[in-house]
């Protein structure tokens, strides 16, 4: 008896997938796993996957990892969940200690809600209601960077820039001010990520100056844009926005959902440009992978601004049913605990070196047209031409070539277009990059054969 296959049959008689064509599934087989452990998923009919892509970006010390595990099943024990409003629990208060402490100075408030594009919603609302309660109301604008990503919902759709998720749902969208992004894959021949990230920052400052008066704030993904297919630039760029967002009055928010807790090699992307956002959006790796929770951490002055008497009508009455649940919290404290009290990001420079040196050889490939790296975010771009950087037309689907050659040779790679990535959890050893990288540097050779 064929079990993953009595369960694809259930699942296609009353699942919608997310981000698919369901079509796709009557070519495509969905993978049905029964257990995770690791950096492997497994099957019910034992056939094992190395999750490249970290569960889309969210398992940071392994599936199963058992002092996650362990914090969940005592808190269990004690309180499920409880409504956050009028009422507190430990978890969630010892959660935001942690929180206040990782990340960078002037980070002070923590705001709970449960998904990464609810987390944005927050931080656009809480920037603009920031401005109407100290007297400008005529701030109602967002500054965005093209090929830029922020979640689904309408709020954080209509900051993000990726054409494939947003374009069918326009007439529904605010409209922001889009600035081009400083994604370095657009660099002139033999020019550093510095000097191209500086130079696009002018686009920024003219931007900034000329909209003063209406914009909020700037959102930003620090350092990678990676549902923008992975692009990269120089913290440099970040340096140049916080000082022209504190010089027109402007807040700076960071999207540090996908690329905080140690992705970029520092534990927060902010870290390496030495700057302070207004707002930081967490959640993803933000409870290991297990459970959905986010957060938005800020100013203490950005707070006291919301703080007066019920009348003056000042304070921010969002809520989501599940804000702080005691279980993501609990799970959030593991993971923040193994950063404490294990050398994770040492370990992840090596890590990080090992995959470069495992696709190094890759860069001289007809079709590849870059590789590039922050961290533990590792990127090939596929090209049709290599010397004029065309890229081979979406139709063709080059990506999905690579993702069936992936899970026929045990490894869950998940291209996002013509780019192939690495963003694997961080207990993955040595042999498993290799392994990794050569059903990788196969699948590329496979899909751009002809
Ligand atoms: C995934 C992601 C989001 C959205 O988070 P969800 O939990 O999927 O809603 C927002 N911003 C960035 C940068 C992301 O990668």
């Not at 490249?52 to 969940?81: K, M, T, Y």
């Not at 049709?384 to 890229?391: E, F, I, L, N, Q």
Request: charged share 20%; aromatic share 10%.
């Amino acid at each position: 008896m064929s079990l993953n296959r009595d369960l694809i049959e259930r699942d296609l008689r009353v699942l919608w997938h997310p981000c698919s064509q369901m079509k796709d599934y009557e070519w495509l087989p969905l993978i049905p796993i029964r257990r995770g452990d690791g950096v492997w998923l497994e099957d019910f009919e034992g056939r094992r996957y190395l999750d490249a892509v970290s569960s889309w970006w969210v398992n940071l010390f392994g599936h199963g990892n058992p002092r996650i595990g362990d914090a969940i099943r005592g808190q269990l024990e004690e309180l499920e969940h409880v409504i956050l409003a009028g009422f507190t629990h430990e978890p969630v208060v010892r959660l935001s200690e942690m929180l206040v402490k990782a990340t960078p100075p002037g980070l002070d408030r923590c705001f709970f809600a449960d998904n990464g594009s609810s987390a944005v919603e927050v931080a656009l609302k809480m920037s603009f209601h920031y401005w109407r309660n100290v007297g400008r109301n005529d701030k109602t604008r967002f500054v965005t960077l093209s090929n830029s990503y922020h979640g689904e919902t309408l709020g954080a759709l209509a900051v993000g820039d990726v054409a494939l998720y947003k374009e069918t749902y326009g007439p529904l969208l605010m409209e922001p001010v889009t600035v081009p992004s400083p994604d370095c894959f657009h660099r002139a021949p033999g020019e550093s990520w510095e000097s191209h990230s500086r130079k696009t920052f002018e686009a920024m400052e003219s931007c900034l100056a000329e909209h003063a008066e209406t914009v909020c704030a700037v959102i930003v993904e620090p350092l990678v844009q990676c549902a923008g297919n992975m692009r990269m630039y120089d913290p440099v760029y970040l340096e140049l926005l916080k000082d022209a967002c504190q010089r027109h009055d402007i807040h700076l928010i960071a999207d540090e959902i996908a690329v905080g807790f140690g992705r970029t090699g520092t534990l927060f992307a902010c870290e390496q440009a030495g700057i302070s956002p207004d707002f930081m959006c967490l959640s993803k790796g933000l409870t290991g992978g297990f459970l959905p929770l986010s957060v938005v951490v800020t100013s203490e002055a950005i707070y006291q601004a919301f703080y007066d008497d019920y009348a003056s009508l000042k304070a921010f009455l969002h809520s989501h049913s599940y804000t702080g649940n005691p279980l993501g919290c609990a799970a959030a404290i593991a993971t923040l605990g193994i950063f404490r009290d294990e050398d994770v990001l040492g370990r992840n420079r090596a890590l990080s070196q090992h995959m470069a040196g495992s696709i190094a050889d890759l860069v001289d490939h007809p079709h590849v047209g870059e590789i590039r790296q922050h961290g533990m975010i590792l990127a090939i771009e596929m090209v049709k031409d290599k010397a004029r950087r065309v890229p081979f037309a979406w139709q063709e689907r080059r990506g999905l070539a690579v993702y069936r050659h992936g899970l026929s040779n045990g490894v869950l790679l998940r291209p996002l277009g013509n780019v192939v990535y690495f963003m694997p959890p961080y207990v993955i050893r040595e042999d498993e990059i290799d392994l990794m990288a050569s059903v990788a540097r196969a699948g590329i050779e496979l899909a751009t054969s002809s």
